[in-house]
Nanobody, 119 residues
Framework: QVQLVESGGGLVQPGGSLRLSCAAS????????MSWYRQAPGKERELVAS????????NYADSVKGRFTISRDNGKNTVYLQMNSLKPEDTSVYYC????????????WGQGTQVTISS
């Protein structure tokens, strides 16, 4: 059974930091592109950051470049999102995603973790 379990969300003040974690199980983690998405109320879900299965290529939304860092530990089946210099507009539910396309698309989602940036 595939599971993606996010943790690390919470309430922080502007300028603060958070580290999100996503623990994966039930699939071959190392062969999947891992991503973080977020969705604020009334807005579409957007890609925040992704990291290729080989752990090399990363991609970031322009709004988080230089502030957020995605990383993965294939030995622990975990992907992280280090978020620094947080802004109120970063407030969203953050979702972990695992994606692989071989002969079919495999696309898995976590349940989300709330991140609120407020003074």
């Amino acid at each position: 059974q595939v599971q993606l379990v996010e943790s690390g969300g919470g309430l922080v003040q502007p300028g603060g930091s958070l580290r999100l974690s996503c623990a994966a199980s039930g699939f071959t983690f190392s062969s999947y592109t891992m991503s973080w998405y977020r969705q604020a109320p009334g807005k579409e879900r957007e890609l925040v950051a992704s990291m290729a299965s080989a752990g090399g290529t990363t991609n970031y939304a322009d709004s988080v470049k230089g502030r957020f860092t995605i990383s993965r530990d294939n030995g622990k089946n975990t992907v992280y999102l280090q978020m620094n210099s947080l802004k109120p507009e970063d407030t969203s539910v953050y979702y972990c995603n695992a994606y692989r396309k071989l002969w079919r698309i495999e696309d898995y989602w976590g349940q989300g973790t709330q991140v609120t940036i407020s003074s």
